[in-house]
């Protein structure tokens, strides 16, 4: 069988000169840039409805206000046709009385209030199909920066739709 594709392409006669094409010049790879390590926060806060955190070194207290999670629920049998949504509203306050609303319900996840930025890091626990939890049973968890910190490249406060993925869950759960 060798011989017979051999002789085949024996008879086939010489193969048609190819052309030959320019080639680029070889360039110098060069390096990537290397990617500034991200900020570390002041702290890293746990919110829940039960009690408030304070800012340590400040005299700021967080009290978590509300919990709307319409997100589709961790569960196999379970299809949704959309991701659906968290928006999370907290409240901070100073020590000289004055309070500020924090809220959260759309990327980046950030509210900024008396020199600080809060950022809505995940929530606790995921949804589940057919639980509607009580307040008191979430778990928010904030990390705050001082407010000097640049935002990200979209720029938008929150306001609206969507929402992180719950703590160890399923990382399609926020929209």
Known sequence: ????????????????????????????????????????PLAVLQLSGARQSALSGTALRLHL???????????????????????VRAIVHRADGAVAGLGWGAPPYVSDAFGYRFELRSIYPGPRAFVNPRLEEYTVEVAVFPATRPRSPAGRRTDASAGPPAKGGNQNAGG
């Open 65 to 87: 206000l509300d919990v709307e999670d319409s997100r589709c629920p961790q569960d196999p049998l379970v299809s949704c046709p959309w991701a659906g949504f968290v928006k």
């Open 1 to 40: 069988m060798l011989a017979l594709l051999t002789g085949a392409s024996a008879l086939a006669g010489p193969a048609p000169a190819t052309r030959a094409t320019a080639q680029p010049p070889a360039t110098a790879a060069r390096p990537m840039p290397a990617e500034a390590e991200p900020p570390k």
